[in-house]
């Protein structure tokens, strides 16, 4: 079993949806938790970062973090086509010692938001 | 946010040549920065950290002899890809944090290499 877990999709949403994106772990360890948005051939853009549970918003994103259930989700509102791209999530267990910035990435999911 | 560049952006060579793949952090020093390599429609998987002043520590199943890396300076980390072959073909993209115990990564360009 990996220790994230993450639909690859592909995911394609009319322009204006809500789309929901989700990751499970399996390492009650991580404790800060990051959303990137990947296009194709480029490197990854830092769109969110939270720690521990709760909610974050920025924008259109928000990022959702349920620790009980293991459970990450990133909501985007009003997707235009410009958001389509790979999202990952990553999620890091501690911010020092041995794990110090080994950040555990899903598989990433492929996002199509169509006119 | 912290800016990465990696040079060069791609990169096609001769199987059995090396190649070399540098990462800079423009305006914040890192003492630590990561390498990672992505297969197509794969995710990311970590290959070695990178240390200012020390050695890199390599992840399980990477080799430190065929993946060389050296950390220059504080914004500037190279990996070398030696007697490259076919399947060492990947993206290769390098991370910092913007500070100091900082958990959040900045992402460099990526490096597309082809070994022919």
């Known amino acids: 079993q990996k220790e994230v877990e993450q639909d690859p999709g592909p995911l394609s949403v009319p322009e204006g949806a809500i789309v929901s994106l989700n990751c499970t772990y399996s390492?009650?360890?991580?404790?800060?938790f990051m959303w990137y948005r990947q296009y194709s051939r480029k490197g990854p853009e830092l769109l969110m970062y939270?720690?521990?549970?709760g909610n974050k918003e920025d924008g259109r994103f928000t990022a959702q973090v349920d620790k009980s259930s293991k459970y990450i989700s990133l909501f985007i509102r009003d997707s235009q086509p410009s958001d389509s791209a790979t999202y990952l999530c990553?999620?890091?267990?501690?911010?020092?010692?041995?794990?110090?910035?080994?950040?555990?990435f899903g598989q990433g999911t492929i996002l199509t938001v169509h006119p | 946010g912290a800016v990465v560049s990696q040079h060069p952006s791609r990169v096609i060579c001769k199987s059995g040549t090396s190649v070399k793949i540098e990462c800079r952090s423009l305006d914040f020093q890192a003492t630590t920065m990561f390498w990672y390599r992505q297969f197509p429609k794969q995710s990311l998987m970590l290959m070695a950290t990178s240390n200012e002043g020390s050695k890199a520590t390599y992840e399980q199943g990477v080799e430190k002899d065929k993946f060389l890396i050296n950390h220059a300076s504080l914004t500037l980390s190279t990996l070398t890809v030696t007697s490259a072959h076919p399947e060492d073909s990947s993206f290769y993209i390098c991370s910092a944090p913007p500070s100091v115990g900082g958990e959040t990564q900045y992402f460099g360009p990526g490096t597309r290499l082809l070994v022919l």
């Open positions: 390492n009650s360890a991580f404790q800060y």
């Open positions: 939270t720690y521990s549970s």
């Open positions: 990553a999620m890091i267990p501690n911010a020092g010692g041995t794990s110090y910035g080994k950040l555990t």
